[in-house]
């Protein structure tokens, strides 16, 4: 490996140990075994490198919820299969629970890491495509405008409100079961059933 990748993968080492604001350009060279030089000559600044750490690391935890595409046995867009879905989600927590830390200090702490904030911002629009696409059974490629604006962010917040829960307290968070019965239910009340 050369300094750029041995940046790269010391970067996500701290990343996962640190976060992104206790992280100093001294942490990633001590960790990656170059020089503070490097990082200005690879990738501009410490900010860029860590924003490239972070993408390679949320990357396998992105293809984990897409294989929620291929294994997924309930029909697209069916009660059953927004619970398998969720059900799928919440399982992959404990091995991405790295992963949601750093994603809420940036939401919490976005005004002091802004080069990282809109990188989190553009990845909210990949992540709602990704999500509508996931539930609703149809290529991403070729999502409707208003299934994305609608469905799309409808998922996100679930996704996004459902992992604040898991990484606060697993013990008393939503399962995909009591998600998908409060769903049923407000289904139920909209058409005058309940």
């Not at 604001?21 to 960790?31: C, M």
């Not at 469905?151 to 995909?176: C, H």
């Not at 009591?178 to 058409?191: D, K, N, S």
Request: net charge negative.
């Amino acid at each position: 490996m050369g300094h750029r990748e041995d940046l790269l993968e010391g970067a996500k080492r701290c990343l996962l140990e640190k976060g992104f604001a206790r992280t100093t350009a001294r942490d990633i060279v001590k960790e990656s075994g170059t020089n503070l030089g490097s990082i200005g000559y690879h990738y501009g600044s410490k900010d860029a490198l860590l924003a490239q750490a972070y993408i390679a690391l949320i990357e396998p935890v992105a293809d984990d919820f897409e294989s929620s595409r291929i294994e997924g046995s309930a029909d697209k867009g069916s009660l059953e299969r927004f619970q398998e879905v969720w059900g799928h989600l919440i399982r992959s927590v404990p091995e991405a629970r790295p992963i949601w830390m750093m994603t809420l200090e940036v939401i919490t702490q976005g005004e002091r890491l802004a080069g990282i904030r809109e990188l989190l911002i553009e990845a909210q629009k990949q992540g709602r495509s990704g999500l509508a696409a996931l539930f609703t059974g149809i290529e991403e490629s070729a999502l409707p405008d208003d299934v994305l604006e609608s469905e799309g962010r409808f998922y996100t917040t679930l996704l996004n409100g459902l992992m604040v829960q898991w990484l606060f307290d697993p013990d008393s968070a939503t399962t995909a079961e009591q998600l998908t019965e409060g769903l049923r239910r407000v289904m139920e009340r909209a058409r005058g059933e309940a």
